[in-house]
């Protein structure tokens, strides 16, 4: 969903409990604060597993009701795959989700303390920071045959890529150690010279072997191929 930068600094509130969390591969860092920014109690670490995500929940809630908070809201960086696992759970538990710019996450640190170095303490809270100020989007969270779809043009896309390098590979070291195999052949995938390649990959095969068996022995690997 689209809001426009009024819309989302309007959707915090008094009443909101802002959670920031730093995301990494094991291990999050949550913190909460109010409108305001204000910090409530200490920071949370909690890890990328099913106990690890109710631990968040509860930790949440215990805030929210401490403090008076009847809305929760929860924001992170969208940092490669790991963070999808915490916005799923939370979207299915009925929690709002949404992410913010890791740029705006890099160029915010020194806000607090004139220090741009990596903290993941001070990175939960430069994200809530910046969830308060209304600089977040809501992540689109495909599901079903959807979010099939996007993950099979997602393999796609990897594979197709994968099959490039490769071929690029196959050419540089054709073009390194058998650079006349292409006075010969105009493509190397074609069938005749994949046959060739796999009885001659380099020149020096080809000049040491005896003419009458080599063509018999490719005559005969071309007729069982």
Not at 175 to 186: A, I, L, N, T
Not at 202 to 215: A, G, Q, T
Request: proline share 4%; hydrophobic share 35%.
């Amino acid at each position: 969903m689209n809001y426009t930068q009024n819309q989302k600094i309007q959707q915090i509130t008094p009443s909101t409990l802002i959670i920031g969390i730093d995301i990494a591969k094991d291990k999050h860092v949550a913190r909460a604060q109010d409108d305001r920014g204000i910090d409530f109690g200490k920071r949370l670490i909690f890890e990328n597993r099913i106990h690890g995500l109710e631990q968040l929940i509860e930790w949440a809630e215990r805030h929210a009701k401490e403090n008076g908070k009847d809305t929760i809201i929860f924001g992170a960086e969208p940092t490669g795959h790991y963070w999808k696992n915490l916005a799923y759970y939370l979207s299915a538990k009925g929690f709002q989700i949404v992410v913010v710019n890791p740029m705006h996450v890099k160029k915010s640190k020194e806000l607090d303390d004139n220090s741009p170095t990596k903290n993941d303490t001070k990175d939960a809270k430069v994200i809530a920071q910046l969830m308060k100020d209304g600089r977040y989007s809501v992540p689109n969270l495909l599901e079903g045959v959807y979010a099939e779809l996007r993950e099979g043009v997602k393999i796609r896309d990897q594979l197709v890529e994968q099959r490039m390098i490769t071929e690029g590979r196959i050419q540089n070291l054709i073009q390194r150690y058998f650079p006349e195999f292409f006075d010969v052949f105009g493509d190397w995938e074609g069938k005749a010279a994949l046959c060739t390649l796999k009885l001659f990959p380099f020149p020096h095969r080809l000049s040491r072997c005896d003419r009458k068996k080599c063509c018999r022995n490719g005559s005969l690997m071309s007729s069982e191929g």
